[in-house]
T-cell receptor, first 114, second 113 residues
Framework: NAGVTQTPKFRVLKTGQSMTLLCAQDMNHEYMYWYRQDPGMGLRLIHYSVGEGTTAKGEVPDGYNVSRLKKQNFLLGLESAAPSQTSVYFC?????????????FGPGTRLTVL | DQQVKQNSPSLSVQEGRISILNCDYTNSMFDYFLWYKKYPAEGPTFLISISSIKDKNEDGRFTVFLNKSAKHLSLHIVPSQPGDSAVYFCAASETSGTYKYIFGTGTRLKVLA
């Protein structure tokens, strides 16, 4: 099992460019999450999904969109990147139906917006 | 308004001694708590959890204590090892269906050999 994988690992964008971050999990988890981590801020939830075809906003959703067309994939999109979106992005998944509540995290994507 | 707080940004401990990491929360509806460990350039990895129906949970060298009346939890690592040097995050959730967690800002633990 690869667990949770994220693509790409690093990316540099110019202000106004768009990009999509891909998260994939092979654990058949229903729930998936996107977080951003900034210095001194911990991890903040951007968007999450409780199943294929569903998405919902987290704490800091502005400037981001998401899609969950397949159960194993959760995409995070930036339509018009801004320097404030420079951050490390983590994807996570969990399956509460399995009786465990912890989230499994991917290795992260480091994004710099110039 | 930060619902989960880790007031110590960093902590240094001698190898073999006890490390105590603290976490406070404000939302009395939180009923499940997790601790994660994070190494540089890696994603957080799950360490230990505790439900609000318990006040203690142990897993090897790691013990988490929960004081619901004080809205406080702590992670004890005994004995501390150099490999424990990492950033530790606590997280809290209402297990009401979405399993969304609120994370603290982290404490950087350095275990000195």
């Amino acid at each position: 099992n690869a667990g949770v994988t994220q693509t790409p690992k690093f990316r540099v964008l110019k202000t106004g460019q768009s990009m999509t971050l891909l998260c994939a999990q092979d654990m058949n988890h229903e729930y998936m999450y996107w977080y951003r981590q900034d210095p001194g801020m911990g991890l903040r939830l951007i968007h999450y999904s409780v199943g294929e075809g569903t998405t919902a906003k987290g704490e800091v959703p502005d400037g981001y969109n998401v899609s969950r067309l397949k159960k194993q994939n959760f995409l995070l999109g930036l339509e018009s990147a801004a320097p404030s979106q420079t951050s490390v992005y983590f994807c996570a998944s969990t399956d509460p139906m399995a009786g465990r509540n912890e989230q499994f995290f991917g290795p992260g994507t480091r994004l710099t917006v110039l | 308004d930060q619902q989960v707080k880790q007031n110590s940004p960093s902590l240094s401990v001698q190898e073999g001694r006890i490390s105590i990491l603290n976490c406070d929360y404000t939302n009395s509806m939180f009923d499940y708590f997790l601790w994660y460990k994070k190494y540089p350039a890696e994603g957080p990895t799950f360490l230990i959890s505790i439900s609000s129906i318990k006040d203690k949970n142990e897993d090897g060298r790691f013990t988490v204590f929960l004081n619901k009346s004080a809205k406080h939890l702590s992670l004890h690592i005994v004995p501390s090892q150099p490999g424990d040097s990492a950033v530790y995050f606590c997280a809290a959730s209402e297990t009401s269906g979405t399993y969304k967690y609120i994370f603290g800002t982290g404490t950087r633990l350095k275990v000195l050999a």
